[in-house]
């Protein structure tokens, strides 16, 4: 892992760049070092995913502060590119949030996405989510905010998703309101969940001039477009929370079947490969380059 400062700038240097930039998300160090070899110079700690992988349980609040930083820590160690981590709600009330920012940043992450559901939230894509009042929303927001600025008296840094997911219960008007309050209080993202056409998209990057986040999930309620066309209605991040995810929960499934009824099991990759992705290569290396080294004169 690069030095959390080091990757904060990397990240800022990104957002800077003029094409959109494509994020898939990490439920584990394993998928997070897959998206690292793949290619991609950033990624997503996804709370949906964690809360899969880690408890088997829906995301509907019921993973912790604990469990996420922890599952983050390994994440960020695992690559030396920016991780985003999804902190929900902040985990409480605005002390809370301020813990929460600070304990991310010593972590490893790079960004983390704070967001106004009541608690217990929900999946953004679900049904019986609801948002906290504006004002609560916004003071939980600065409070990240000022937790942020204390966390540069340190030399330290973080870049802060502000999310909205009052488009759901409040209606967009109030969504894009929202969006700009939190502009407005220093969030260096903005994301409004769950926009539900191609109208209300290039509505949300007319409204607000930050950099926005959209949120492609197949069978979600905002419309699954093509990379080239979120750039071109003005996003900047497209996050990818499941893929991952359902593509592993699919060939598990697959394999387990074929398991259960005696069929042959092929794969594409070798057990050689498999070690590659893992770090046995770089592992085996070191410890010869630190056997080797020739031991100081007693």
């Known amino acids: 892992m690069l030095n959390q400062v080091h990757l904060v700038e990397d990240l800022r240097r990104q957002l800077l760049t003029p094409n959109i930039i494509l994020m898939p998300c990490a439920f584990d160090a394993l998928s997070a070092k897959l998206i690292e070899q793949a290619g991609f110079s950033l990624t997503f700690m996804s709370g949906f995913g964690v809360s899969s992988a880690r408890l088997a349980m829906p995301d509907t609040g019921l993973i912790s502060y604990h469990e996420m930083l922890e599952q983050g820590r390994n994440i960020c160690h695992a690559v030396g590119i920016p991780v985003f981590g999804d902190a929900d709600t902040g985990y409480g009330n605005v002390m809370n949030v301020q813990r929460t920012v600070h304990g991310y940043i010593h972590a490893g992450f790079a960004g983390i996405m704070l967001e106004d559901q009541q608690s217990p939230k929900r999946c953004g894509h679900t049904k019986g989510k609801q948002v906290v009042s504006q004002l609560e929303a916004t003071e939980r927001l600065a409070a990240a905010v000022d937790a942020r600025e204390q966390a540069r008296k340190m030399g330290h840094d973080i870049v802060i998703i502000a999310r909205t997911d009052a488009r759901a219960t409040l209606g967009l008007d109030e969504a894009i309101a929202r969006g700009q309050a939190f502009q ?115």
């Open 184 to 298: 407005q209080l220093g969030a260096d993202i903005i994301f409004i969940e769950a926009p539900q056409s191609v109208e209300e998209m290039e509505m949300i990057c007319t409204e607000i001039s930050a950099p926005q986040m959209a949120n492609m999930i197949a069978g979600g309620v905002t419309p699954v477009l093509p990379s080239e066309e979120l750039e071109k209605i003005g996003f900047k991040l497209a996050a990818y929370p499941l893929s991952l995810l359902t593509a592993s929960v699919e060939a598990m499934q697959q394999t387990l079947f074929k398991l259960k009824f005696g069929q042959k099991i092929e794969s594409n990759l070798s057990f050689e490969d498999l070690q590659k992705h893992i770090g046995f290569q770089d592992y085996d290396n070191n410890l010869r380059r630190l056997s080797t080294k020739k031991k100081p004169d007693v």
